[in-house]
């Protein structure tokens, strides 16, 4: 493709102006895109703040409901108004909700007007109550804004409505009419509330007897003084109470709202943009009200609400249902409508600007392009040969004057060389050869001198002699730099080959600058520093030989002295299973004596069981014995009282002569009979009291034997107790033994490894000592300055006691913290023992 070739004077007006276009353009982008973004960001935090605060007025609004519901139902007059309405109730005999409604509903012409029903001026029970309850329970409702308050007896018979309405004297019990509506729903979740602090709830939904509006239920039981439960107490919330809690719009421009949904994507609240009420009719679903309804604060955007691209942030209401969400919505056209008019002000502004970029570039390129074209004509005259054309725009200070002054140059040169003769011509030409065969020779001798050293000769010079003196002042210049070279290698070269020869004392003692310097001085660093080094190796070596050969005499008597410790703690081992068994034994045979013992104290309880029937039986038998005695002196008095009426008869028979001879024979022989009897009863109440003395004496001992054995049990028991303690105090140590025997067992095993252990470091301190020797060795090889011997310092952070002597100080110290144990606590720290 062919260049678009134009001259400069359109290319500069066409740059400036396409470079100001892009400008404007790139800055209107990232504008537009900047403002954007801030106001898109800030739109979003508005909404995010106003929905978090609406749902939290939403939820301390519930929580109040709540509270009031609580407050309601721990109120006297609450308690007192629902005992009164369920006697009321009562005392309608035939159908009470017939009769209730037909006395406030169906014959009440001002049914509709609240101040109304406060009373009907009848003197029934229900409407005394009605009228002494009424106006206080209107003021609550009328207060905070509820639809209606109702009181449920635990029947389900609502025997208090505020308004009235179609639920009122109906029952909402199952089965019933309005069972499976909120209302009826909240009563049975009620009823089945136990805790005074629970309550039921029921979200927004259509409710018939209020027209079909939504509507929702709060529900508690009632209880009384003696925590009985005596009814349930209920408030109908409206939805308009939710349109009175997010209802400001503050902030939310002409678009922006906020609305309530539930987690069914129904709206709770009414929309100000729609005609109908939107509560439980628009809905409002995706994932942002997913998010929110999950317990999260989100933003973002959606295309289904009221038909138009909104900018959303919601946040989550808890509820003690469904949750449900605070919505903040604002239209993204009203959002982004100042970037919109800044986006229009900014095109008019930016098409003015380049209207005047235009012309201005227009201007600015012709008073540069002007005189350029005329600065290359004057060029092109001078070019031709033309030295006299007069230069414009020398006087100028900028550049087109610089450009100007150095054609002025350039034609003045011209004119010069113009007027030179063939012979200065000639003679020129004839300098500038001798000059170039100079420059030949030198570079000749410069490429041998380099060679020479690249080679490793520092040897070579230039030895060429000049006419000109700027020549042989470089020429000197080379040389120097070479023998410079030369001499500082040749002292560096000789220290290290001291420093191979082992010998630390050569420097390098030229005087020298700039790199030559730094090498002088890093060269002798090398070989102070290695003879420091080979010092304390020296001074190190004769001090770890000598430690060597403590710890190898150490090590040696710790290896004694390891082998002796495994042989007490192998015989210790021995005593302790030997120990072990014999405690094991006595567990058994305590355990055996205490299973003997427990069975002589059951032997023993069962017949202290016996004794106390004995005593029981002797205490029946005692008894028995005085109630024939009691018998026995019946039949005493009856013999006596036989023994008078013989006699009485025998004096009546001798009164009536003949005629009462037979009934005398007949009644001496009953009072034969009857001295006979009581006769026999005496002698028979003298047995009695002899037995019942004997059985008495018999209870006695039977009580005092009972007393015995009863002393004898508690002593069997608590021998019983004492031997089941020792057999469970013997199994205890067996344990106890038995773990301190696989202790000692641990302990023979480790100590047998550590004289193993100590085998192999007595093993590997020869060696370490052959090669302290070898260090030794190797060290002497050196030759290093006299010096006083330094040696070597401990690490930062270690003690100052080294090798055997440290180890020594360490086993004595642990020794000391060993035997200052109290007993029962002799095992050494492990830190006492890391060091080993």
Do not use: C
């Amino acid at each position: 493709m062919r260049r678009l070739s134009l001259p400069i004077a359109r290319k500069l007006p066409l740059a400036l102006l396409g470079s100001a276009l892009l400008v404007s353009i790139g800055v209107g982008i990232a504008s537009y895109m900047i403002g954007s973004q801030a106001l898109y960001a800030a739109a979003e935090n508005t909404l995010a703040t106003l929905a978090s605060e609406r749902a939290r007025q939403v939820s301390s609004y519930v929580s109040g409901v709540e509270e009031d519901l609580v407050a309601t139902s721990r109120s006297a007059d609450t308690q007192q108004a629902l005992r009164d309405f369920a006697g009321a109730w009562l005392q309608f005999k035939v159908d009470p909700t017939a009769e209730v409604r037909k006395l406030y509903v169906d014959d009440n012409p001002n049914k509709d007007d609240l101040s109304a029903l406060d009373t009907l001026g009848t003197t029934g029970a229900y409407d005394v109550t009605h009228t002494r309850f009424q106006p206080g329970f209107r003021n609550k409702v009328v207060a905070r804004g509820y639809r209606d308050f109702y009181l449920m007896d635990l029947k389900g018979f609502v025997v208090y409505s505020l308004k009235k309405g179609d639920e009122f004297g109906t029952s909402l019990a199952e089965g019933g009419p309005l069972a499976p509506n909120g209302l009826g729903r909240v009563f049975q979740q009620a009823l089945a509330i136990e805790n005074d602090t629970d309550l039921a709830f029921a979200d927004y939904e259509a409710y018939a007897p209020a027209g079909g509006l939504p509507a929702s239920f709060f529900a508690k039981p009632v209880f009384n003084a003696q925590g009985r439960k005596i009814g349930v107490v209920a408030f109908q919330l409206p939805s308009q109470v939710l349109d009175g809690v997010v209802g400001d719009r503050t902030g939310l421009g002409e678009t922006g709202e906020v609305i309530v949904v539930g987690a069914n994507g129904m709206l709770r609240s009414d929309s100000i943009f729609t005609p109908d009420d939107d509560a439980l009719s628009t809905g409002f679903a995706g994932p942002l009200l997913d998010g929110a309804i999950a317990g999260n604060h989100v933003t973002g955007e959606t295309l289904d609400y009221r038909a138009t691209p909104m900018l959303v942030a919601a946040a989550p209401i808890t509820t003690k249902g469904e949750p449900w969400a605070a919505v903040a919505v604002m239209a993204k056209d009203e959002v982004l409508a100042p970037v919109a008019q800044m986006r229009n002000m900014m095109f008019a502004i930016g098409a003015g600007l380049l209207a005047v970029v235009a012309v201005l570039s227009l201007l600015f390129s012709r008073s540069i392009t002007k005189p350029i074209t005329r600065l290359t004509g004057t060029m092109e005259t001078v070019a031709s040969g033309d030295f006299d054309a007069d230069v414009p725009g020398t006087t100028r200070s900028d550049e087109l004057g610089a450009m100007a002054r150095a054609v002025e140059v350039f034609r003045e040169n011209g004119r010069k060389v113009s007027q030179l003769t063939e012979a200065e011509a000639a003679q020129a030409l004839r300098n500038q050869a001798e000059r170039a065969d100079m420059m030949t020779t030198l570079q000749r001798a410069f490429g041998d001198v380099v060679e020479a050293a690249v080679g490793g000769d520092f040897g070579r010079r230039v030895e060429a002699k000049f006419p000109d003196a700027e020549l042989n002042a470089l020429a000197h210049s080379v040389n120097r730099l070479v023998e410079t070279v030369d001499r500082g290698l040749s002292e560096t070269g000789s220290v290290l080959s001291a420093l191979a020869d082992t010998d630390l004392t050569r420097r390098v003692d030229g005087d020298y600058q700039g790199a030559f310097a730094r090498l002088k001085d890093d060269t002798n660093a090398v070989a102070e520093r290695l003879g420091d080094i080979v010092g304390q190796l020296r001074a190190t070596s004769g001090t770890l030989k000598r430690a060597t050969g403590e710890i190898l005499s150490g090590a040696n008597d710790l290896s004694e002295r390891t082998t002796r410790q495994a042989a007490t703690i192998e015989e210790t081992s021995a005593t302790m299973e030997q120990l072990a068994s014999t405690v094991l034994e006595n567990a058994a045979k305590a355990e055996a004596a205490s299973e003997k013992a427990r069975n002589v104290s059951q032997s023993a309880e069962e017949g202290g069981e016996v004794m106390d029937q004995a005593t029981k039986a002797m205490d029946r038998i005692t008894a028995s014995s005085a109630k024939i005695s009691n018998i026995i002196g019946l039949i005493d008095d009856i013999a006596f009282q036989t023994n008078l009426l013989a006699l009485n008869a025998s004096v009546e028979a001798a009164r009536a002569g003949e005629a009462g001879k037979g009934f005398a024979v007949v009644a001496v022989e009953v009072r034969r009979l009857a001295q006979s009897a009581a006769s026999a009863s005496a002698d028979v109440k003298v047995l009695i009291e002899q037995s019942a003395s004997e059985v008495k004496g018999g209870t006695q001992l039977v009580g005092a034997a009972a007393g015995k054995l009863a002393g004898m049990l508690d002593a069997i028991r608590e021998n019983t107790a004492d031997l089941e303690a020792i057999a469970q105090g013997s199994r205890t140590q067996a344990s106890a033994i038995e773990e301190v025997t696989i202790a000692v067992r641990q302990m023979d095993e480790m100590t047998q490894h550590n004289a193993a252990l100590v085998e192999e470091t007595n093993a590997a301190i020869e060696q370490t000592e052959g090669q302290a020797v070898r260090l030794d060795e190797i060290v002497e090889q050196f030759t290093v300055a006299a010096s006083p011997v330094r040696t070597a310092s401990p690490a930062p952070g270690t003690k100052p006691s080294a090798g055997i002597r440290g180890m020594q100080d360490k086993l004595k110290a642990a020794a000391s913290n060993y035997l200052r144990r109290p007993a029962g606590n002799a095992a050494p720290k492990i830190d006492d023992w890391s060091e080993f």
